[in-house]
């Protein structure tokens, strides 16, 4: 109990601290740093490598892509996936050159909108290959608009591509894209808040002679409900066979037409013979009477058959097929 200070001697020790006369302990230095709010329902790091179907549905998204953007470009056009990555959606609209094209589109059922932007220098590269140009045009892009004949022509191409992204998806979620509007200021495209984060994906397209990206920009809320999909294998999925991919395929390939041609015969003559030929000469052919013939079919032999008429035209029966090797 000797240890216990009496009331005299706590206010003298107190009186003693507050003019500085007893030592204490120096006060921790303030370092000046900015102490900020975390949002623990932010995910933090890098979202797409949390999601190994992502990059599948990229890879299917690009396949779909070769085969709908030369037709609906009348141009030879290849197409790349450049970069995948998880920003915050104001450093995203920082990055978007002007001028470009904002297209909003939703994706039933997931929640809220998605965007699809098309860079200046591509939309013009679309517009010379729609029109029968090669893509190399030097006309100025800075403080222009785009006029409403090429605002039309990128409708077009959006939809293709929308049409392409929706059969991407088809095996992880089934989703139904709708264009809802073109933008090309991206204040008037803020699908999100500006501190929400999104996953961009970025399409590098390459024509015949000029390129321009094409970048696809999901938030990452609209995919969070069924983000477990995306985690998954691909195995695991069921998407290791790409039906959708093949039916597309087999579907725009009956449509071709092909050219068959027959070769009823071939002969060699020099050119004093070929010099002296005239009208009613008869030329030998190689093939004799009741041979089969070779049917080719874009110039490649396919089939034989035997020559003949049907309804008054000339026509030639199919005897055989022939086995590449």
Same mark, same amino acid.
């Given at each position: 109990?000797?240890?216990?200070?009496?009331?005299?001697?706590?206010?003298?020790?107190?009186?003693? @601290?507050?003019?500085?006369?007893?030592?204490?302990? =120096?006060? =921790?230095?303030?370092?000046?740093?900015?102490?900020?709010?975390?949002?623990?329902?932010?995910?933090?790091?890098?979202?797409?490598?949390?999601?190994?179907?992502?990059?599948?549905?990229? /890879?299917?998204?690009?396949?779909?892509?070769?085969?709908?953007?030369? @037709? =609906?470009?009348?141009?030879?056009?290849? %197409?790349?996936?450049?970069?995948?990555?998880?920003?915050?959606?104001?450093?995203?609209?920082?990055?978007?050159?002007?001028?470009?094209?904002?297209?909003?589109?939703?994706?039933?059922?997931?929640?809220?909108?998605?965007?699809?932007?098309?860079?200046?220098?591509?939309? #013009?590269?679309?517009?010379?290959?729609? #029109?029968?140009?090669?893509?190399?045009?030097?006309?100025?892009?800075?403080?222009?608009?785009?006029?409403?004949?090429?605002?039309?022509?990128?409708?077009?191409?959006?939809?293709?591509?929308?049409?392409?992204?929706?059969?991407?998806? =088809?095996?992880?979620?089934?989703?139904?894209?709708?264009?809802?509007?073109?933008?090309?200021?991206?204040?008037?495209?803020?699908?999100?808040?500006?501190?929400?984060?999104?996953? %961009?994906?970025?399409?590098?397209?390459?024509?015949?002679?000029?390129?321009?990206?094409?970048?696809? $920009?999901?938030?990452?809320?609209?995919? /969070?409900?069924?983000?477990?999909?995306?985690?998954?294998? #691909?195995?695991?999925? &069921?998407?290791?066979?790409?039906?959708?991919?093949?039916?597309?395929?087999?579907?725009?390939? %009956?449509?071709?037409?092909?050219?068959?041609? $027959?070769?009823?015969?071939?002969?060699?003559?020099?050119?004093?013979?070929?010099?002296?030929?005239?009208?009613?000469? %008869?030329?030998?052919?190689?093939?004799?009477?009741?041979?089969?013939?070779?049917?080719?079919?874009?110039?490649?032999?396919?089939?034989? &058959?035997?020559? &003949?008429? $049907?309804?008054?035209?000339?026509?030639?029966?199919?005897?055989?097929?022939?086995?590449?090797?």
């Amino acid at each position: 109990m000797a240890n216990i200070l009496s009331q005299d001697e706590v206010d003298s020790l107190l009186e003693g @601290i507050t003019e500085g006369k007893v030592p204490t302990e =120096a006060a =921790a230095p303030d370092s000046g740093e900015e102490v900020k709010v975390y949002d623990f329902s932010m995910p933090a790091g890098p979202v797409h490598l949390r999601l190994p179907a992502l990059r599948i549905i990229n /890879e299917r998204f690009v396949g779909f892509l070769r085969t709908s953007l030369p @037709i =609906a470009s009348r141009a030879v056009i290849d %197409v790349n996936l450049s970069s995948t990555e998880s920003v915050k959606f104001s450093e995203f609209c920082l990055s978007i050159p002007l001028p470009s094209n904002l297209n909003i589109f939703k994706m039933e059922p997931l929640r809220g909108f998605a965007l699809l932007v098309i860079e200046g220098p591509l939309v #013009f590269s679309f517009v010379e290959s729609v #029109f029968g140009g090669k893509g190399m045009s030097r006309a100025k892009l800075e403080g222009r608009g785009f006029t409403a004949i090429e605002t039309k022509i990128v409708e077009k191409i959006v939809k293709f591509v929308l049409n392409d992204l929706q059969q991407a998806w =088809a095996d992880v979620q089934e989703v139904k894209t709708a264009f809802i509007r073109s933008e090309m200021d991206p204040q008037f495209a803020a699908i999100v808040n500006p501190a929400e984060l999104v996953i %961009v994906n970025k399409f590098m397209i390459d024509l015949e002679s000029g390129s321009g990206s094409m970048t696809l $920009c999901i938030p990452y809320s609209s995919i /969070e409900p069924i983000k477990s999909r995306f985690q998954t294998s #691909f195995r695991a999925q &069921g998407l290791e066979t790409d039906q959708a991919w093949r039916k597309y395929i087999q579907k725009e390939i %009956v449509k071709m037409t092909v050219e068959l041609s $027959c070769i009823m015969g071939r002969a060699k003559v020099n050119g004093r013979e070929l010099l002296q030929m005239k009208v009613d000469d %008869v030329i030998p052919l190689d093939q004799k009477i009741g041979d089969a013939i070779v049917i080719n079919v874009e110039g490649l032999p396919k089939f034989k &058959g035997y020559p &003949g008429s $049907c309804k008054n035209k000339k026509a030639v029966k199919i005897s055989e097929i022939l086995r590449q090797e």
